[in-house]
């Protein structure tokens, strides 16, 4: 139990390092990348004009002031205050994340639904046509870009068939195609991860001996393939998912979805520092705690794990 | 549709359906006979709903997809093209730009020059806020004295600062004094900054409040805004000028092109923004939708930002304009969605002169001005944003395959938007880049002389004593006699010496639902009122 303790202690340490890093990491990155007020003032805006602003925001002031005062807000959680939309930063990202979490789990469902029936299936009848069909369709699903499965699938299936509408939030019809179009690349990963270690496990010589003992096929893959298959997998589905809360700027413009991704993007764009920062914290705080989730079940699947 | 053949007693659905639309049966009508023809009432239902429904609507709703989404409500935080889209519904300004240019009254009935620095405009009476606030002459001092308030948080202040002091003598009476006569203050209190907004209520709540929750007087109110997803407004019943045709206007920000136009193709939406011309025809065949286009008022250049040899050449300079083929750009790129403009004052602005001839491709006479400019071949460079015009890169490419023909070293480079946009602050491009001014009071001093005037975005060297002496006098005279003999030799200037080598005038391209009855404006505002917005009802 102590064993457990400590290997939680040290994951949420290491949770809390990669946090502060990401952050200051964006800071940074974010000031380096140019000013913000000439895209906030039209285009013949006295110099003047541009200097008040500047001061009004606190950017004329040397950067390690600015960063000081970022840090010592950000750990109140206060991210300041948007410069595009002039309100709480923080609350512009956070209005975004039920539409992110939706998508997220949304597709990750979609994802591992199909992938691990489909990679177990295709392990097992490895070299069947099955296996090949479903392998060529993940290399498709990993090759093809978001924007083009994107835009295929409402073409085919809004436009030309009419099963769902084309964009938006709200109904569950809308959550359709954009779950699907994000979660290809994870399906199609997961499915080939599942697939390989499924079949190094059903090499091994206790699949032999189960299967000497006449065990029936079902219940050998059941009990002893995906126990011992499934610490590959889930560090793949833990990874996906993280890709699946960050990753989804692609999808989320192509199907007008409010989600954390867009907003990131068209703010880098507008150089809305606060509001780039709030996102990529809420993203990697996301991200981070899914890690910690993924540690905490290697930890319940495989003791010698939690031990060393 | 399958069923359109059908016949019986001499009548076939294909002439029951040009009966109805051109009025002579019912709808009611059309659905008893219609059931002999296809066999049930269900069926008859179908075929009216297939053969009138992209034509006429029941809806009440319109539902607009922009290429992004609002960023504020408050008409003097922000001036983008998506922004102003709403905020010209929400709010009214004194006087408004109509499609044929020409102002018209709007909160204001009169206005009058009452000598060159004062005018005086008379309010409307009886008009309220949409929070039943009366509107009068302190919201209108107010609102214009807060869009030039140096404490206030707003990015207007460029707009209405010939103003030297405003009084209202009573409350539907306002002078406006200038600080010098200002030919274009009519114009500028049409346009952004010159929205009236309740002074009452901005001081109860403050700005992020008013932001937030937006009281303006306009044909439409502020319902809830989700961002990034949906803003709802819903009509004004009690609108001085009328309601507006539909109960509600919703706007949804659809920033890929594809997802927009297929929302429009399958009527998810009612009215869609930039449409590119290469996807107007697809638009337009559409069974139910069109495209509505309008010359924008305004130019697509190529500024000229550096004098280092070749630019600095005259000769040079107007090879490289006589090089470049307008008609062909025009045609093969825009599919004829744009025009060739005669110089710097465009076709919606005031003292255009219609018998000037579209700019001229010769290039053979590019070649002779080059050897005239003595040029030894060095490096020219054009630097273009990829999607901040539309075509932007597609006519670079163009333009710098044309140059290259003459015997120009033309080279390209592709620039981020945002470091472009950098590069623009920072006057730091290397030879060429694209500008896209906008004519902002349809007049040669918002446009020609706003961008090549001392310290103006597009005057990186030009400078003319001429140029200089006439562009001050028009601005600030109210002559306009005068102002339109010198906006002429302005213009001829300005092509002598091309610090803007003018390219085209492309079209603004809308694409909606054919039951949706509206023009677009050329200065990118998109007012609905109940003059102008009708949907087609059966």
Not at chain 1, 79 to 108: D, M
Not at chain 2, 178 to 205: E, S, W
Request: hydrophobic letters at 45%; aromatic letters at 10%.
């Amino acid at each position: 139990m102590q064993g457990l303790a400590r290997f939680l202690a040290y994951r949420l340490l290491r949770m809390l390092v990669a946090m502060w890093c990401v952050v200051t990491v964006v800071f940074i990155v974010m000031r380096l990348s140019g000013d913000p007020v000439p895209l906030l003032l039209p285009p013949d805006a006295p110099i003047a004009e541009m200097e008040r602003l500047r001061h009004e925001m606190g950017l004329d002031r040397p950067i390690w002031v600015q960063y000081g005062v970022f840090m010592s807000q950000a750990v109140h959680g206060d991210f300041g205050r948007s410069i595009h939309f002039r309100t709480s930063a923080l609350q512009v990202v956070w209005e975004r994340v039920p539409a992110t979490l939706e998508l997220a789990f949304a597709s990750f469902l979609c994802a591992i639904v199909v992938a691990i029936p489909a990679g177990i299936l295709s392990a097992v009848k490895r070299g069947s046509t099955y296996d090949n069909i479903v392998m060529g369709v993940a290399l498709i699903g990993q090759a093809a870009p978001t924007f083009y499965i994107g835009i295929m699938l409402i073409l085919v299936c809004s436009l030309w068939l009419g099963l769902f509408p084309t964009s938006g939030r709200g109904e569950w019809r809308q959550l359709v195609l954009p779950s699907v179009t994000l979660g290809a690349f994870a399906m199609a990963s997961i499915a080939r991860i599942t697939r390989s270690a499924v079949l190094e496990i059903l090499m091994a010589d206790f699949i032999r001996t189960a299967r000497a003992k006449g065990v029936p096929e079902f219940w050998t893959i059941v009990k002893h393939v995906m126990r011992n298959a499934a610490i590959p997998v889930v560090t793949i589905v833990g990874l996906q998912l993280g890709n699946l809360l960050g990753g989804a700027v692609v999808t989320e413009t192509i199907f007008s979805w409010p989600g954390i991704g867009r907003l990131a993007i068209q703010s880098i764009y507008n150089r809305d520092y606060p509001i780039v920062q709030s996102c990529v914290f809420m993203t990697a705080a996301m991200f981070v705690v899914v890690n910690f989730l993924v540690d905490v079940t290697y930890g319940l699947l495989d003791p010698r794990i939690r031990r060393g | 549709m399958e069923d359109v053949g059908a016949k019986r007693d001499g009548i076939t659905v294909d002439g029951l359906a040009r009966m109805l639309r051109d009025g002579q049966i019912t709808r009611r009508g059309f659905l008893a006979r219609a059931v002999g023809l296809v066999g049930s009432a269900a069926a008859a239902e179908g075929l009216l709903a297939r053969v009138v429904g992209a034509q006429t609507t029941s809806k009440n709703t319109l539902v607009i997809g922009q290429s992004a989404d609002i960023s504020k409500l408050d008409p003097q935080m922000s001036t983008t093209v998506n922004d102003i889209a709403v905020t010209f519904n929400l709010y009214d300004n004194l006087l408004t730009r109509r499609l044929d240019g020409k102002l018209y009254p709007s909160l204001a009935t009169e206005w009058k020059l009452v000598n060159p620095t004062t005018w005086q405009f008379k309010l409307r009476p009886n008009v309220k806020f949409h929070n039943g606030d009366p509107l009068t002459s302190a919201d209108v001092k107010f609102s214009f004295e807060r869009s030039y308030d140096p404490n206030a948080k707003v990015i207007t202040k460029s707009i209405l600062t010939t103003i030297d002091k405003i009084e209202t003598p009573d409350p539907l009476t306002v002078v406006i004094h200038t600080k010098q006569p200002d030919p274009l203050l009519a114009a500028r209190v049409a346009f952004y900054a010159g929205q009236i907004m309740p002074k009452a209520y901005f001081q109860k709540v403050g700005d992020d409040e008013f932001n937030a929750k937006p009281i303006g007087s306009g044909p439409v109110k502020f319902a809830s805004w989700v961002k990034d997803d949906r803003l709802i407004l819903d009509a004004n019943r009690d609108y001085w000028g009328g309601k507006i045709d539909v109960d509600q206007i919703i706007f949804r920000p659809l920033p890929e092109l594809a997802a927009r136009i297929a929302a429009l193709l399958k009527g998810e939406v009612d009215l869609i923004t930039k449409i590119p011309p290469d996807h107007v025809e697809r638009v337009s065949k559409a069974p139910n939708t069109k495209v509505e286009g309008v010359l924008y008022a305004g130019l697509y250049c190529l500024s000229v930002a550096s004098q280092k040899p070749p630019l600095d050449s005259k000769p040079f300079r107007q090879a490289m304009s006589l090089a470049i083929d307008r008609q062909i750009i025009v045609k093969e790129l825009w599919r004829g969605q744009a025009g060739v403009p005669t110089g710097l004052v465009v076709k919606s602005d005031n003292h255009f002169d219609p018998t000037l001839p579209p700019l001229k491709y010769d290039p053979n006479q590019a070649k002779q001005l080059l050897k005239e400019a003595n040029y030894k071949g060095e490096e020219l460079t054009l630097e273009t944003p990829i999607g901040f015009m539309v075509m932007d890169k597609e006519m670079s490419e163009v333009i710098v395959s044309m140059w290259k023909d003459v015997g120009i070293n033309a080279k390209l480079e592709q620039l981020e938007y945002s470091v472009y946009q950098q590069k623009i602050r920072e006057k730091s491009f290397k030879g060429i880049r694209w500008t896209d001014p906008t004519s902002a009071y349809n007049d040669p001093d918002g446009m020609m002389w706003r961008h090549l005037a001392p310290g103006g975005p597009n005057a990186y060297w030009f400078r003319h004593p001429r140029f200089d002496e006439l562009g001050n006098g028009a601005r600030f005279s109210v002559d306009e006699k005068f102002r339109e003999g010198a906006y002429k030799e302005m213009a001829r200037l300005e092509l002598e010496f091309l610090p803007l080598i003018p390219v085209i005038q492309p079209m603004e391209l809308y694409g909606l639902q054919k039951y949706v009855e509206w023009k677009p404006y050329a200065n990118q505002t998109m007012e609905f009122r109940r003059f102008n917005l009708k949907m087609r009802r059966a």
